[in-house]
C-alpha cells in the first residue's frame, strides 16, 4: 500500500492524472489490446478529470483504445437527468475526449431486472479481461462506490439502499431536498474493485480525514469498507494536506519520505 500526500486538491487531482496518464500510455493500447479503467463520480475526481481532458486535448493522450467501467448509478433515476451519473460523466468527461461511446459502460438503473443488469456488467468486466485500474473516491464513512458500511467486502455487482449519511451527503446535488435524493443504487462491490489490477483511491479534504485514517491506520473492517484495500497488492492512496489531519505525525512522515 502507498499512501501519496500532496498539499492541496489541485495537486493531488493533477497527481492523479498523471498517473493515469501515464499508466496509459506505458501499456501502449491498440485494436484487439484495451486498457480498461474503472472510473468514480462524485466532486473528488473533477479535478482529475478536467487535467486527462487538458492532456487529451494538448494531444498526449489519447482514449481511442481505452474501456471504462463506471462504479454506480441511481436506481430510478432517468438517464438524462442532470444528476444521474451518466449524464455526470458524458458531461463531465466523455463527450471531451475520443473515447468510443460503446467502451464507455455505466450501470442501467432503469433496467426492467436489476439482478440481471448486475450480473451482465460482471460479465462484461471479465470479457474485458478485467481492470486495469480501479479509480475510486469515498465518502466521509469510508465507503467505495456505494459499499455502504456492513457490505461485504468479498461482494459483488448489487442492488443497495443507501446509508442515510449518503442521502444526506448527496442532498446538496438535489437542491438540498432529502425527498429528491434516490435511496438506492446499483454498485460495483468491494469484491468487484479489489479483482483490479491496480486501484488509486482519491481521498481529499478535512470531512475525508477520519475515514483516511480508519483505511490506512486501523484494521480491516467492514464498517469502513475503504479499508478493505489494504490487502489490496497495488494500492495507491492520493490525498491532500487536509485529510491527513487525523493520521499520526509519523505515519504522514513515513509516506512522505517516499515522495522526497
Not at 66 to 71: C, I, L, Q, R
Request: aromatic share 12%.
Amino acid at each position: 500500500m502507498r499512501l501519496v500526500i500532496l498539499e492541496d486538491y489541485d495537486q493531488a487531482s493533477e497527481w492523479a492524472a498523471k498517473y493515469i496518464c501515464n499508466r496509459i500510455i506505458q501499456f501502449k493500447p491498440s485494436q484487439g489490446r484495451y486498457f480498461t479503467l474503472g472510473l468514480p463520480t462524485g466532486s473528488t475526481p473533477l479535478g482529475c478529470y478536467k487535467k486527462l481532458i487538458e492532456y487529451h486535448k494538448n494531444g498526449d493522450l489519447s482514449f481511442k483504445y481505452v474501456k471504462t467501467f463506471n462504479m454506480d448509478e441511481y436506481v430510478g433515476l432517468p438517464r438524462n437527468h442532470p444528476e444521474s451519473y451518466h449524464s455526470y460523466m458524458w458531461n463531465n468527461f466523455f463527450k471531451h475526449i475520443d473515447i468510443d461511446p460503446n467502451n464507455a459502460h455505466i450501470l442501467d438503473g432503469n433496467a426492467p431486472d436489476l439482478q440481471a443488469e448486475c450480473d451482465a456488467f460482471e460479465k462484461k468486466i471479465e470479457e474485458a479481461g478485467g481492470i486495469d485500474l480501479f479509480v475510486g473516491g469515498i465518502g466521509p464513512d469510508g465507503h467505495i462506490a456505494f459499499n455502504e458500511p456492513g457490505s461485504s467486502l468479498s461482494s459483488r455487482t448489487r442492488l443497495k439502499t443507501l446509508a442515510m449519511d449518503t442521502i444526506l451527503a448527496n442532498a446538496k446535488y438535489f437542491d438540498g431536498d432529502l425527498s429528491k435524493v434516490p435511496t438506492m443504487a446499483l454498485t460495483v462491490g468491494v469484491g468487484t474493485v479489489m479483482d483490479a489490477r491496480e486501484v488509486m483511491i482519491l481521498i481529499t479534504g478535512a470531512h475525508k480525514a477520519f475515514a483516511l485514517y480508519k483505511a490506512i491506520e486501523e484494521g480491516v473492517n467492514h464498517m469502513w469498507t475503504v479499508s478493505a484495500f489494504q490487502q489490496h497488492p497495488r494500492t495507491i492512496f492520493v490525498c491532500d494536506e487536509d485529510a491527513t489531519l487525523e493520521l499520526r505525525v509519523k505515519t504522514v512522515k513515513y509516506f512522505k519520505d517516499f515522495l522526497t
